[in-house]
């Protein structure tokens, strides 16, 4: 398994453009999660979904923030208009949702910069 | 909602010796309690995990243990090795989606 797949590993962009990133689980995984890392707030939840519906976005900054999961292999997350402060680590997660809690899994992270 | 605290934030071992992280969470009906490792510029990923119906779990050098009366558990790694260096997050969740994390401890293994 090639594991959760996010594109783009780096995004560099002005202030004020829309972004867009990219997220594909594994593969027979039911619940998708974004995350936000920096080194001031740690890693914190933004939106998580179960079978492709958000079930808690508390976590979603602003209305500038919006994510999608129109099937269950792929979801995306929007910054709309971007600002400097979003620069961040944005990590998506996958796992299979059952009674026992398995495991989270990452991907690599998607490294944006707003200038 | 849960609450996470890792301590130390950072902690420096010489090879070969001991180290232990510790965290605290505040729901009591949190029942799994994973551990994750960081290496610089890469993501977490897991590295053991341990359930409320079990006191303690070892994994060659790893072992983590629980303690759910006083809501503590720990991550001990035995034998420290260069290749330990990294950011190490512990979390807790109860039996739905939510995984609170720590804030992380910065671990360096001087040779």
């Known amino acids: 398994d090639a594991g959760v797949i996010q594109s783009p590993r780096h995004e560099v962009t002005e202030m004020g453009q829309e972004v867009t990133l990219r997220c594909k689980p594994i593969s027979g995984h039911n619940s998708l999660f974004w995350y936000r890392q920096t080194m001031m707030r740690g890693l914190e939840l933004l939106i998580y979904?179960?079978?492709?519906?958000?079930?808690?976005d508390s976590g979603m900054p602003e209305d500038r923030f919006s994510a999608k999961m129109p099937n269950a292999s792929f979801s995306t997350l929007k910054i709309q208009p971007s600002e400097p402060r979003d620069s961040a680590v944005y990590f998506c997660?996958?796992?299979?949702?059952?009674?026992?809690?398995?495991?989270?899994?990452f991907g690599n992270g998607t490294r944006l910069t707003v200038t | 909602g849960e609450n996470v605290e890792q301590h130390p934030s950072t902690l420096s071992v010489q090879e070969g010796d001991s180290a232990v992280i510790k965290c605290t969470y505040s729901d009591s009906a949190s029942n799994y309690f994973p551990w994750y490792k960081q290496e610089l510029g890469k993501r977490p990923q897991l590295i053991i995990d341990?359930?409320?119906?079990?006191g303690e779990k070892k994994d060659q050098r790893i072992a983590v243990t629980l303690n759910k009366t006083a809501k503590h558990f720990s991550l001990h790694i035995t034998e420290t090795q260069p290749e330990d260096s990294a950011v190490y997050f512990c979390?807790?969740?109860?039996?739905?989606?939510?995984?609170?994390f720590g804030a992380g401890t910065t671990v360096t293994v001087r040779a």
């Open positions: 979904f179960n079978n492709n519906v958000p079930i808690d």
């Open positions: 341990i359930r409320s119906n079990v």
């Open positions: 997660a996958s796992r299979l949702f059952d009674r026992e809690n398995s495991p989270l899994h």
């Open positions: 979390a807790a969740s109860i039996s739905d989606y939510k995984l609170s």
